[in-house]
Each structure stands twice: as C-alpha cells, then as structure tokens.
C-alpha cells in the first residue's frame, strides 16, 4: 500500500522527524509513503503569491504569518541526507507545487534535474480565490463558474508536463458545493490530459478528514471510472500533515478505486 501525498511542514528537517512519519507507516501497514512540501514554504516561489495576496487579505495575512520563509536548498539537504538511511517502507521525496499557469517557466526552472522523485501539481485557487481555506468565503460566489475554471486550470496543469501527478482533482468540493452542470466532459478531458502526459492522479482523503460532513472520500466515481478508462495511474494518498494522520483511510480509497 502507498500513501502518496504526506506533508512534513510542521517538524523541522531532521532525521528524528522523518522517522517519525516512517513508524506511522509501519504501524498502519503501509509499503511505500512519499513525502513532500508545499511550494509556497520556500522563498524561491514566494512570486508566485503576489496575485493571490493581493486577492484577499485573508490570504495575504495567512501566506506572510509562517510561508515563503524557508529556502529549497535546506529541503534538499534533507532529502539527501534521509537517502542515506535504510528505512523499513521505500521512502519518496517531492514537492507540491501550486498551478499558476503564468509562472510554468519558473516552477521548470526551480524544479528541474534537483533530484525530486515526484511532483505534484495542485490547483489551490481559482481565479486567485483560496477555495479550500473557509467556507464562509463562497458566500455569494458563482458555483458554476468557479468549476469551470478549476477543471480548465486542471486540464492545463496536466498538458504542461511540468508534474508527475495532479493532486486531489476535485477537492473543489470540499465544503459541499456542486455545479448545475454535468462534469462529465471536464472528467473526460482531464482523464485525457493526464493519460497523454503519463500523469498519476491522487485519490485522496484529506478533503474528507477536514470535512466529513461536506465531502465525499476520495474521488467521484465517475471520475474514478473515467481515469480507469483512460488508463491513468492512481496513487492513494491521505494529505497527512502530521505523523498521526498516515495512511488515513487508505484500504478504502483503494477498495473505492476497484469497486467503482
């Protein structure tokens, strides 16, 4: 079993830490875990952001309260210096690294040949609005609209063959919000993007953690049979930000991967 999507933001960077999340690992039985950060943790992507500060003041105070302050050589040492040690699970490092299509060229420049085993590619806002911070911020906000253009971002993050994986493809639904409108078009052209790009998808329980009441786990089904139609690689992954939260609910997301 793989739990592909866990952050190591609140430890520092030793080795104490990292085993930390590998005993968690072996606890829950799990074969393989990959480990990585958020982008915006690094002043090297701290551009990246000044849209979305400028957007909402929310943002801007949360980003400038503890983001943009690390630097991506110290992330790397780490990587370097956990590949030394022989582990009980196989061990994976990467980055999540938020889409913003203006700044492709700068992410391939602060990305490429630094050794990362994956990337992971995630849309976070759309139209510079965080969607996944508060639910209180939809308020008075266009559901279509706002789905439209985060399977359109979608769709371009997995054709820019920057990434290896697109994270939680449908996390938009996190507080509960549908559109009016069938996704069955924007699943097939993503399905087809990602399978073009030889791109994984991460099933993902993380938005179902947060919120249980409001969001499903994992993937829609039929986003899921489309990916399979397709022939698109799932990892199962639970968004842990914390030892504690590894391997959350993985059997299931893999038994919702075979059944749909």
Not at 52 to 70: D, I, P, Q
Not at 147 to 168: N, P, Q, V
Not at 186 to 211: I, P, T, V
Request: one cysteine or more.
């Amino acid at each position: 079993m793989i739990d592909g999507h866990i952050h190591i933001e609140r430890g520092p960077y030793t080795l104490d830490w990292i085993n930390q999340f590998v005993n968690r690992a072996v606890e829950t039985g799990l074969d393989e875990i990959w480990l990585l950060e958020h982008c915006y943790r690094f002043e090297e992507f701290v551009p990246m952001y000044d849209s979305v500060c400028a957007y909402s003041e929310y943002v801007n105070a949360w980003f400038h309260k503890k983001y943009g302050t690390l630097k991506l050589a110290d992330y790397l040492e780490l990587i370097r210096q956990v590949r030394e040690v022989q582990f009980p699970v196989k061990v994976k490092f990467g980055l999540e690294i938020c889409y913003f299509k203006e700044f492709e060229s700068l992410v391939s420049r602060l990305t490429k040949d630094k050794g990362f085993d994956f990337l992971l590619g995630s849309v976070h806002f759309v139209d510079n609005f965080a969607f996944d911070h508060k639910p209180e911020h939809w308020i008075g906000l266009d559901v279509d609209k706002l789905y439209r253009r985060y399977f359109e971002d979608s769709i371009s993050l997995a054709k820019t063959r920057l990434f290896d994986g697109i994270g939680h493809p449908d996390t938009l639904k996190l507080f509960g919000h549908k559109p009016s409108f069938s996704l069955t078009e924007y699943y097939e052209r993503l399905a087809k993007a990602l399978a073009e790009s030889h791109m994984y998808a991460d099933q993902n329980s993380g938005a179902e953690r947060r919120c249980p009441d409001t969001a499903s786990l994992g993937m829609e089904r039929e986003l899921l049979r489309i990916l399979k139609k397709h022939h698109v690689k799932i990892v199962t992954s639970s968004d842990a930000h914390c030892p504690e939260d590894v391997g959350y609910k993985i059997r299931e997301l893999e038994r919702c991967v075979e059944d749909c």
